[in-house]
Structures are given as C-alpha cells and as structure tokens.
C-alpha cells in the first residue's frame, strides 16, 4: 500500500508538511478545511486578495465572474480557474493550475501544476504533482451502498480499512487519467501511471503502470 511519501513529493504544496505528516493519504481528508484556515491567515496580504472570509486569491491567478469560489478556498500563484467552475469550498489549489469550465471541487488538495480542464469532479481527493485528468473523469467519493470505504491492494494481498464514507482518490505525482473514466470510491493511483480512457479503476494501481483495463495493467517503460 502507497504511504503518503511515496505518491507524494515534497515541496509541491503549501500542504505538503500537513500531507506528509500522515502515512496514509486518506488521513489527511478530515482537517483540510481547517489547514485552509490556518494557512490562509498566514498569506501575505501583499500576494493574495481576500475577497470574502475564508477565501484567499492570489494575485497573479485568474478567476472568471462566472465561477463560483466557496469557503474555505486558497487559489495559487499562475492558478486559472475558468468559466462556470464550482468550487464549494475547503479547496487548496496550488500555483499554476487548471481549474476548467464547469468542473467541480469539494475537500481537496491540489498539488502545483495539476489540470482539471473539463467537466470534472473531484471530491475528497489529493491530486499530485503534475497530474492531470482528462475531460469527463471523475472521482467517485460515495459508495453506492454508503458503507465504509476499503482501500484494496489486490496485487499485495492487503485491504485497509478506512472508516470514512467519504472517499475520492488519490493521484501520485505525474499520474495521467483518459477522458470519461471513473475513479471509484478509495482509488489510489501510483506515480507516473497512466489511465486508459473511459477506464472504471477500482483499488490501488502501481507506479509507472499504464491502466488499460481492470486485469490488464502493464508496466510503462520509463517516465513518460
């Protein structure tokens, strides 16, 4: 099972401390509103604007009249957040990211450098550096049964118990996810992994792996 400094590098958020601090990523979901919080109070005043409580803009990000910016919400340096995006709130997004039209955020970290370009929804999840996630896919956070979440590892044989039944996904820096696919509740992606389009990802996937679909995952041949 990935631990939290093995899918995650260090440097790459301004919750990366809090991030690295728990061995396992899911840990991190329950205080991001309140990280937010506190790290908001911090901010310069001459980089960010605050233009209502508990929502920090900095000034060289670009957010359209049409999104909507909810509570508590740092947007970083570079940071577009474009037409009709709904962020509803305890959302840390790092410095030059996409935040597309019509994508929603809710209880999230998004590392430096990471797209959510189109139609997506990313909901109590941590997405690493440099990932990104085609148009149409999707974290699913709620089983359908609304039982407990389970992280499952099929390939170690080995199964974690969350006890949280709010669970996105977990995306190691430089994970790569096709257009229209699901990840469901508790997916933990490795670094450098590719998802095929329109895949259905259950469980934990390796690093430096291209998903193709569940039972046919192959090795990538360097970090590409």
Not at 21 to 42: H, N, R, T
Not at 135 to 150: C, E, P, Q
Not at 188 to 215: D, M, T, W
Request: charged share 20%; glycine share 10%.
């Amino acid at each position: 099972m990935y631990t939290t400094k093995e899918l995650f590098e260090e440097g790459h958020s301004l919750a990366s401390s809090y991030i690295q601090s728990f061995q396992y990523p899911w840990e991190a979901l329950s205080g991001i509103k309140s990280l937010i919080l506190s790290i908001g109070e911090k901010l310069s005043k001459d980089e960010y604007d605050n233009p209502k409580e508990g929502v920090w803009i900095h000034k060289e990000a670009s957010v359209m009249p049409s999104a909507y910016i909810g509570s508590p919400c740092i947007i970083g340096k570079g940071t577009e957040v474009r037409h009709c995006a709904f962020v509803r709130g305890s959302a840390l997004i790092g410095e030059n990211c996409v935040v597309g039209n019509s994508v929603e955020l809710k209880n999230v970290i998004i590392s430096d450098n990471v797209q959510v370009p189109h139609y997506n929804y990313v909901g109590d999840s941590i997405l690493g550096y440099r990932s990104h996630m085609g148009a149409g896919s999707i974290t699913s956070n709620v089983k359908s049964d609304k039982t407990l979440v389970t992280i499952k590892d099929k390939e170690n044989g080995e199964d974690i118990e969350t006890g949280i039944k709010k669970v996105g996904a977990f995306l190691g820096d430089y994970v790569e996810v096709g257009c229209n696919s699901v990840l469901c509740p508790g997916s933990v992606i490795g670094p450098h992994s590719n998802i095929y389009p329109l895949s259905r990802v259950r469980g934990v996937v390796k690093a430096n792996s291209i998903f193709k679909k569940e039972g046919d995952i192959v090795e990538k041949k360097g970090n590409v």
